[in-house]
């Protein structure tokens, strides 16, 4: 029989080498799961997410929706009382699983990111209306959001802030997008 | 006095006419000209540092050098990600492994501020009391920092980072009474709300719920993601949570304008999703009700 556990055990070091996060410095005390505002919404706990860094469980990690769900609040780094930069390694394994292409089972936060980059890559700064409609269609929300109505509460939104002078519908022109498109080339 | 500014991109399209405006509109009442910093560009936000860190260093960094061009010793910046990002970048390219980056900082780097920080200065709080002219008398609100301002300290500076004091000092100047509750640097999700509307949910419920209880009748934010997220989708909200809250989310910067009889303080108000202006209106604290005493003072 095949064990079901495959350790890789470099894998502390490919992460700490994006560092460092002294991931192996954490004790286990859990501070930073108790406090993280969202574990309600996450597959395994920031303690297990770091458990499993320096057990070598890559793919549990990369695949998991915690890193994800993860707002960078930093209540965590904050807390931790041993100096492990925990937002920090959760930011470190999304940009790995986002670079391999690894499937997640809610995709949109992900999706969400690459849009916004893209969005500032061709303008410089943000151009939220845009955003918001290219991330619609490419994170495939757009049907559901109209056949569950919400699609239409986002609409009255967009008219309302358009109304209100809070949504420009034409892009700024300006020297500093040369250096945003240059820097995210790669 | 003439300092650096960087609005950031929200301050161009859904922050602009409320919370650009209204810090536009304070910083001229209180001598201080913004000049600028040119050809400035986003700074990456949650996207770069999410899934392109060294993006997210060269991007803010970059910002940080073209603000150094600027004869000015202060830089402000109004929007907390932009703030966290930029002490961030200055931080990763002063330590030994900077050379991994395409950016480089020269010796001369401003200092970077958050707008409520600098208005909190004692010298700034001693100007407040100066220009107020009609005190937000009986006007109940609780602070909300959110998370970007404050964490992690190393990298903001804060001053106390669990129970920052930086509104409620500018606040009370102007005559409101600040409550006191727990929730003023929990998480309000501003990152996810388009791509994990449900979350945003539960943690902004979570807020207003909790504003309610401890008596506030508004909250006011330094922050226009925090803004965006407790102003635009609260009837969505109150669905969720089937309870009806009714919280006007003000800017501090609004509530200057109000107090210290700056105009457009009206104006920027009205352009919230969330109606804002009656609470006011029951308080006497616009200028329709401004008493003719008041105003002579004014």
Redesign the interface.
């Given at each position: 029989m095949e064990s079901a556990l495959k350790p890789d055990f470099q894998f502390l070091d490919e992460v700490e080498s994006?560092g460092p996060f002294e991931a192996a410095a954490c004790y286990q005390c859990r501070k930073c799961t108790n406090g993280c505002?969202?574990t309600?919404?996450m597959d395994l706990y920031p303690d297990q997410v770091i458990r499993k860094v320096i057990l070598g469980q890559k793919d549990d990690v990369l695949r998991c929706s915690t890193i994800w769900?993860c707002?960078?609040?930093?209540?965590c780094?904050?807390r931790c009382p041993n100096d492990v930069k925990i937002a920090e390694i959760m930011?470190?394994l999304?940009?790995m699983a986002?670079?391999q292409n690894i499937p997640v089972p809610?995709p949109?936060?992900?999706?969400?990111?690459?849009t916004?980059?893209k969005n500032?890559r061709r303008h410089?700064?943000?151009?939220?209306?845009e955003l918001?409609a290219e991330?619609l269609i490419t994170?495939g929300q757009l049907m559901p959001k109209f056949k569950d109505g919400?699609l239409m509460?986002d609409m009255k939104?967009g008219i309302?802030?358009l109304r209100?002078?809070?949504?420009?519908v034409i892009p700024?022109i300006?020297?500093?997008?040369k250096?945003?498109s240059e820097?995210?080339k790669d | 006095m003439k300092v650096s500014y960087y609005p950031g991109?929200?301050l161009?399209?859904?922050?602009?006419?409320?919370y650009a405006e209204s810090l536009h509109a304070i910083a001229k009442a209180f001598d201080i000209q913004l000049e600028e910093v040119?050809?400035?560009?986003?700074c990456?936000?949650?996207?770069?540092?999410?899934?392109?860190?060294r993006?997210s260093i060269?991007?803010a960094g970059?910002i940080v050098s073209?603000s150094s061009k600027l004869p000015h010793e202060d830089l402000l910046v109004p929007c907390p990600m932009c703030f966290n990002r930029l002490k961030t970048a200055v931080n990763a390219l002063k330590e030994a492994r900077a050379e991994q980056y395409?950016v480089q900082l020269g010796d001369e780097i401003p200092n970077i501020w958050g707008f409520a920080e600098y208005f909190s200065t004692p010298d700034m709080l001693e100007q407040i009391i100066q220009q107020v002219v009609k005190p937000l008398k009986d006007l109940k609100v609780v602070c909300y920092y959110g998370?970007?301002s404050n964490?992690?300290?190393e990298i903001t500076g804060a001053e106390d980072?669990e129970n920052p004091q930086i509104m409620e000092r500018i606040l009370d100047k102007l005559g409101a009474t600040v409550l006191d509750w727990p929730y003023k640097t929990?998480?309000c999700?501003a990152?996810?709300v388009?791509?994990?509307?449900?979350?945003v949910h539960?943690?902004v419920g979570k807020l207003y719920d909790m504003a309610r209880r401890v008596g506030a009748d508004a909250v006011v934010v330094s922050c226009q993601m925090c803004h965006m997220n407790l102003d635009?989708y609260q009837t969505?909200i109150e669905t969720t949570w089937e309870k009806k809250f009714d919280l006007p989310i003000y800017y501090f910067s609004e509530l200057i304008g109000l107090a210290c009889g700056i105009k457009g303080a009206e104006k920027w108000i009205s352009?919230h999703?969330t109606e804002s202006l009656s609470l006011l209106d029951r308080l006497g604290l616009l200028k329709s009700n401004v008493t003719p005493q008041v105003e002579a003072v004014a």
């Open positions: 994006h505002p969202v309600f919404a769900v707002a960078t609040c930093e209540t780094t904050t930011d470190c999304k940009e986002a670079r809610q949109q936060a992900r999706i969400l990111h690459q916004f980059l500032i410089g700064r943000v151009f939220e209306g918001m991330y994170s919400t509460d939104l309302n802030l209100k002078g809070k949504m420009p700024k300006h020297k500093g997008r250096f945003v820097i995210l | 991109c929200s161009e399209g859904t922050a602009k006419s409320d040119r050809d400035w560009h986003c990456g936000a949650s996207a770069a540092h999410s899934i392109n860190h993006a060269e991007l970059n073209l395409r998370c970007m964490r992690p300290p980072h929990d998480c999700g990152s996810m388009l791509s994990k509307p449900g979350i539960v943690l635009m969505q352009k999703i």
